[in-house]
């Protein structure tokens, strides 16, 4: 069984910074890629940075304020937030996906809060 456990989220001010982290554990070996999500209140799921081939790319929203980093020997993805908004209060998650041939595992944290204040 595969878990993502996220830890670092919290109540901050506006212009401040958190550090999120993702420890995967279980019978994954070396996703393909890792990426975090989040979703505010009312609203859809969205892509916020992704880790690939060794490439990060991010939302237009979050480029220059969000770095995504990943450390395959701890099996743990991070996501430094910087220069933090109200808009980008939210629930975010890590993604970790496998892919073998055609097939793709999926496997998703349970969330950890994000808040800022203005």
């Known amino acids: 069984q595969v878990q993502l456990v996220e830890s670092g989220g919290g109540l901050v001010q506006a212009g401040g910074s958190l550090r999120l982290s993702c420890v995967v554990s279980?019978?994954?070996?070396?996703?393909?890629?890792m990426a975090w999500f989040r979703q505010a209140p009312g609203k859809q799921r969205e892509l916020v940075a992704v880790?690939?081939?060794?490439?990060?790319d991010y939302a237009d929203s979050v480029k220059d304020r969000f770095t995504i980093s990943r450390d395959s020997a701890k099996r743990t993805v991070t996501l430094q937030v910087n220069s933090l908004k109200p808009e980008d209060t939210a629930v975010y998650y890590c993604y970790a996906a496998q892919v073998r041939g055609t097939e793709v595992s999926s496997y998703w944290g349970q969330g950890t809060q994000v808040t800022v204040s203005s």
């Open positions: 279980g019978r994954i070996f070396r996703p393909s890629h």
């Open positions: 880790f690939n081939r060794g490439r990060a």
